[in-house]
């Protein structure tokens, strides 16, 4: 695709369910982060990847996020037993490789409601 | 760590009239660049401008320029002729070894 695609763009589900949230990055970009914003805020970091590995993923807040990026392009973060907290947009960006230079590209994020 | 630090919540300026969006950041290393983000309702993230730290030269692109004082930690953007379409929350952003954004400035025109 022309850009980076995020799926479901909204997602309702029910606190303590589990939820999914893909990220397909632009081809060929082997840099893929993941952000939160909340209503009014800026986003907040979650997690880097470089290629298949998680460069830094100090910005997870608790052991119910995780990502995956299992082939170093399509990645998905997985939220167990959602609260309403978790509400929020999650973005994830691309971009060509690591360098502090180069473009990150956007998509135009998950909306999840925790209700 | 790395933050940034966007101190205006909100701004207005009268279209064609020129505005001033402030930013700071604090930081430790010395190589690193700078952005802004131009985030209308759409919820799509456009890049403005970005600065690189090294470069003592003002970045520039069309009606948008930044004023970056290293030594101040300081990267405000300068928006001339502003436009309708110009109306969005813009975000500051800081990228070295983590990428950090700000909180936001939320940017009205007036016709």
């Known amino acids: 695709g022309a850009g980076v695609s995020q799926t479901p763009s909204n997602k309702v589900t029910e606190k303590g369910k589990y939820v999914e949230l893909r990220c397909d990055p632009i081809?060929?970009?082997?840099?893929l982060y993941w952000y939160r914003q909340s209503l009014g805020q800026g986003p907040e970091f979650l997690i880097y990847?470089?290629?298949?590995?998680?460069?830094?993923d100090s910005g997870l807040p608790n052991d119910r996020f995780f990502a995956v990026r299992p082939e170093g392009s399509v990645s998905t973060l997985k939220i167990q037993r959602t609260e309403r907290g978790d509400s929020a947009v999650y973005l994830c960006?691309?971009?060509?490789?690591?360098?502090?230079?180069?473009?990150?590209?956007f998509g135009q994020g998950t909306r999840l409601t925790v209700v | 760590a790395q933050t940034v630090t966007q101190s205006q919540p909100e701004m207005s300026v009268q279209e064609a009239e020129t505005v001033t969006l402030s930013c700071t950041y604090d930081?430790?290393?010395?190589?690193?660049?700078l952005f802004w983000y131009k985030q209308p309702p759409s919820r799509q993230m456009i890049l403005v401008i970005r600065?690189?730290?090294?470069?003592?030269q003002n970045a520039t692109e069309n009606r948008f320029s930044v004023n970056f004082q290293k030594a101040a930690k300081s990267f405000s953007l300068k928006i001339s002729d502003s436009q309708l379409g110009d109306a969005a929350m813009y975000f500051c952003?800081?990228?070295?070894?983590?990428?950090?954004f700000g909180t936001g400035t939320s940017l009205t025109v007036i016709p």
């Open positions: 960006a691309s971009s060509l490789n690591g360098g502090l230079n180069t473009e990150a590209f």
């Open positions: 081809s060929g970009h082997t840099a």
């Open positions: 990847f470089q290629g298949t590995g998680a460069a830094d």
């Open positions: 930081t430790s290393e010395s190589d690193y660049y």
């Open positions: 600065q690189e730290a090294y470069k003592q």
């Open positions: 952003a800081y990228r070295g070894n983590q990428f950090y």
